[in-house]
């Protein structure tokens, strides 16, 4: 089966632009997530959705972060605007059911550096 | 919320040797604990992954442990081979109560010299 992906791989944006990325999970994957992984720490939850639906995005900086996830398909993650702290690898996971016990497959990433 | 602390940060054997990770979590109520793989620049994988209902689960040179009562699991990798070579990082959750989601830990990188 395909797995997740995401795009763009790479993005370099200067402190106060606007940044984007996109996520299409595995077809079928009712819950979504997104992840901070800042270099040399584990990878930190920002939202989880399950469809269409926030279930929880209490660690997601809700005054720069954005995210949504329209007809429980793709999603996106929104940062405006940016700042330097925000230089992470942004990842994108889904999993077939929800709970946390349900295996988390992992797209590549999108490496953000904010200068 | 969970708290996850993971040791040692960096982990260099010799190829044939074992490979040991330990990994603490605050939460009593935590039941699900995964082991994900990232080798560099690449995606965290899901290795092994065990449940508050065991103690240990082996699959074939990797195994985890679990004590519930001193709050801690450990990665197990015997007969490291260099393709070993990744930051490991281990996670825990309550996948049925309130705090579903996974709290990782720092990671792990192990390095196995040929």
């Known amino acids: 089966e395909a797995g997740v992906a995401q795009s763009p791989r790479y993005k370099i944006i200067e402190k106060r632009q606007s940044v984007a990325f996109w996520c299409n999970p595995i077809s079928g994957h009712a819950t979504l997530y997104w992840y901070q992984q800042i270099l040399g720490q584990g990878p930190k939850l920002l939202i989880q959705f399950q469809n269409n639906g926030v279930v929880d995005d209490s660690q997601l900086p809700k005054d720069r972060f954005s995210a949504e996830r329209l007809k429980g398909v793709d999603s996106t993650l929104k940062i405006q605007p940016a700042k330097l702290e925000d230089s992470a690898v942004y990842l994108c996971a889904s999993s077939l059911l929800w709970g946390a016990d349900n295996e988390q497959f992992f797209g590549p990433g999108t490496r953000l550096t904010v200068l | 919320g969970e708290n996850v602390e993971q040791h040692p940060s960096t982990l260099s054997v010799q190829e044939g040797d074992s490979a040991v990770i330990k990994c603490t979590y605050s939460?009593?109520?935590?039941?699900?604990f995964p082991w994900y793989k990232q080798e560099l620049g690449k995606r965290p994988q899901l290795i092994i992954d065990i449940r508050s209902n065991v103690g240990e689960k082996k699959d074939q040179r990797i195994a985890v442990t679990l004590n519930k009562t001193a709050k801690h699991f450990s990665l197990h990798i015997t007969e490291t081979q260099p393709e070993d070579s990744a930051v490991y990082f281990c996670a825990a959750s309550n996948s049925g109560g309130s705090n579903y989601k996974l709290t990782f830990g720092k990671g792990t990188l192990l390095t196995v010299n040929p």
């Open positions: 939460d009593s109520a935590s039941n699900y």
